[in-house]
């Protein structure tokens, strides 16, 4: 986006960010744990029933910040283009994830953790705010979810 391009109303930004969940891969995952220290990784992810499905081990520094903390932020593009979510956190074993995000998961992603060690777990973080913005122009109007609800 340029400094002369119009800003999208915040439908066009909603539908915009639903978009790029369907399409896109991969997710910066932000978590801390319980002293504060940070821990910031690309992760890969489904958007599926108004949730991120995320997998890593549970055993890792993130998978044990999303057990315990139970939030994080996630972020997806480059200076220009963000959308930003913090979101509330669910964990899962490969045993009790539900069936159709696991299989949501290996569609996108083309991996099934749950056919490989029993040390991965699934992470399902519910976005309680959105926000997403094209530069400078739209930093006005870019929270598009707050408390869990869409405003767009």
Not at 41 to 60: A, D, I, K, Y
Not at 108 to 131: C, H, L
Request: aromatic share 10%.
């Amino acid at each position: 986006m340029t400094i002369n391009e119009p800003v999208r109303a915040p439908a066009r930004r909603k539908s915009d960010v639903l978009a790029r969940l369907e399409r896109e891969t991969d997710i910066w995952v932000a978590t801390a744990d319980a002293h504060g220290v940070p821990c910031l990784v690309p992760l890969w992810f489904v958007w599926h029933q108004e949730s991120f499905w995320l997998c890593t081990r549970g055993t890792n520094p993130t998978g044990r910040n999303l057990r315990e903390g139970g939030r994080t932020r996630l972020a997806l593009g480059h200076t220009q283009d963000v959308v930003l979510v913090d979101g509330e956190v669910r964990t899962f074993g490969a045993g009790d994830v539900p069936v159709a995000a696991a299989d949501a998961f290996a569609a996108k992603t083309g991996w099934d953790p749950r056919t490989e060690s029993p040390a991965y777990g699934f992470f399902q973080v519910r976005p309680v705010a959105v926000q997403a913005w094209h530069g400078v122009p739209e930093l006005r109007g870019r929270h598009l979810m707050r408390d869990g609800v869409w405003t767009a």
